[in-house]
C-alpha cells in the first residue's frame, strides 16, 4: 500500500538515480555532454554571437579551422542601464544590492551560460581537428569570468580534447599563468593547459597561421 502511495514523480527521479549509479563514468559523461549539445543547438543564441567571444575566424597553415575565443566582459565593462538613485533589492541569497546591479548580476550569468552554449555549438559545427586561438585580455580579468573560463575549458577538456589539434594563448598575462601554475583549475585542465603554446611574437604566431587571412571581429586585433 505504501508503495502504491508514493509520489509517481519521485518514483521516476528514484529510478533514473539507480539507473545513473549503475552507468559508468563515461557513459554519464556522454550523457550530460547530449544533453548540452541538445540545448546548445534548440536555443536561440543570436544576442551573442555578434559579442566576439566565440567564432571561427578563418584557417589555419594547414587549412584547420582556427576558432577564437575571449574572455566575456566584466560587469564594469557592459553598458548599465540608469536607474534610479538609491533603489535597492534583495537577491537571493539575501544581501541588499542597488537594484541596477542586481539585474546586471542576472544578465551577466545569462550571457555567460549563452556563450558557453554557443562554444559547444561552434565545435560542433566544425569538422574534425581545429585550433584554438584564445585571446587574453587584461581589462576583462575578472572572478566570473574567471569562471566562466574555467567550465568553458573544462567542457573542451571532457568532450573536445581529441580535437583540438594546437591551443594558442595569446597576451597571457602573469595573472593568467599564475592561475594555471597555482592549479586553480581543476586537475583535467591540465593536460589542455601543459600542452598550449604561449605566443610572444608575431614570427612565432605566423608559425601556426597567416594572421591577415583571419576575419577578426569588430574591434579585435592580434597585435603583439
Known sequence: WLRMAEDPDAERQRQVGQQLRRMTDAERRQL?????????????????????VVAVVGEDKEGRPVMLLRLPRTRQGRPRAATESGRRHTMGNGAHVPEGEGADVEELEEEHRKLQLLFVKTIEGMRGAFTLLYLHEQSNEGSAELRWLKETLR??????????HTMLVLHGTLWLRAVFGLKFFPTELDAVWSSAVHVDTHMM????????SLTLPAGVSLDL
Open 32 to 52: 550530460r555532454h547530449q544533453a548540452l549539445v541538445r540545448e546548445a543547438v534548440s536555443e536561440d543564441l543570436s544576442d551573442v554571437r555578434g559579442l566576439g
Open 155 to 164: 567542457i573542451m577538456a571532457r568532450h573536445y580534447s581529441d580535437r583540438v
Open 205 to 212: 604566431l605566423c608559425k601556426y597561421l597567416l594572421p591577415d
